[in-house]
């Protein structure tokens, strides 16, 4: 079945240390999108690539990097410059064709806590 | 930027009872989304609602939108205890489907 896998389901970050996140999927869709969702809160959106090699910044990228050197992937790394990293991280993806009205598609998510 | 803002917050309903759901944008959109996250999972595609169309249905689900008001209504109908989640509007204003997330309702049903 086509979807989107978020490794791992739980991450544990120690003070100064980078993590990442991974983000794979099988959707054949060109654009993705990280998120982060704060307990009772809406998502706000970190980063997004429309197209392999290209990302944008979202609304709350300091502290966060990303790359997308294959269309299936879209990594998230979340820096020790992000003091408050705690939160459960989403992925998602959409296609491009017809871009004005696509759904997008998401993972299950990836909860970080510091240690 | 966050734009959608759902009203209310938290519902919990009786089985069988409609649930209803309100959000709110500041700006014009190009499109309104809902979505449902059950606890702890990924959110899931439910209407994607085009500025351009008033109402729109899906099994069970009702969206209609009013962009005069900059508002959007869900309706759930004949709820089951399945339907227990938590539901988000999401508006693309510049077609770039780069989506702005209200806070979500929370809405119980109870068997």
């Known amino acids: 079945d086509g979807g989107i896998t978020q490794s791992p389901k739980y991450l544990f970050r120690k003070e100064g240390q980078n993590v990442t996140l991974s983000c794979e999927q099988n959707?054949?869709?060109?654009?993705m999108y990280w998120y982060r969702q704060d307990p009772g809160q809406g998502l706000r959106l970190i980063y997004y690539?429309?197209?392999?090699?290209?990302?944008q910044k979202g609304d709350i990228a300091e502290g966060y990097s990303v790359s997308r050197e294959k269309k299936e992937s879209f990594p998230l790394t979340v820096t020790s410059a992000q003091k408050n990293p705690t939160a459960f991280y989403l992925c998602?993806?959409?296609?491009?064709?017809?871009?004005?009205?696509?759904?997008?598609?998401f993972g299950d998510g990836t909860r970080l806590s510091i240690l | 930027s966050q734009q959608g803002e759902e009203d209310p917050q938290a519902l919990s309903i009786q089985e069988g009872e409609n649930a209803t759901m309100n959000c709110s944008y500041k700006?014009?959109?190009?499109?309104l989304q809902w979505y449902r996250q059950n606890s702890g999972r990924g959110l899931v595609h439910l209407i994607l609602?085009?500025?351009?169309?008033r109402e729109k249905h899906s099994g069970r689900l009702r969206v209609t939108l009013d962009t005069s008001k900059k508002s959007s209504s869900l309706l759930i109908t004949a709820s089951r205890a399945a339907d227990t989640a938590s539901y988000f509007c999401?508006?693309?204003?510049?077609?770039?489907?780069?989506?702005?997330f209200g806070k979500g309702n929370q809405v119980v049903v109870i068997p």
């Open positions: 998602a993806s959409s296609r491009t064709r017809d871009r004005f009205h696509q759904p997008q598609h």
């Open positions: 959707l054949n869709h060109d654009a």
């Open positions: 690539s429309q197209i392999v090699n290209d990302f």
């Open positions: 700006t014009s959109i190009n499109n």
């Open positions: 609602i085009r500025s351009n169309e």
């Open positions: 999401a508006t693309d204003a510049d077609g770039n489907n780069r989506l702005a």
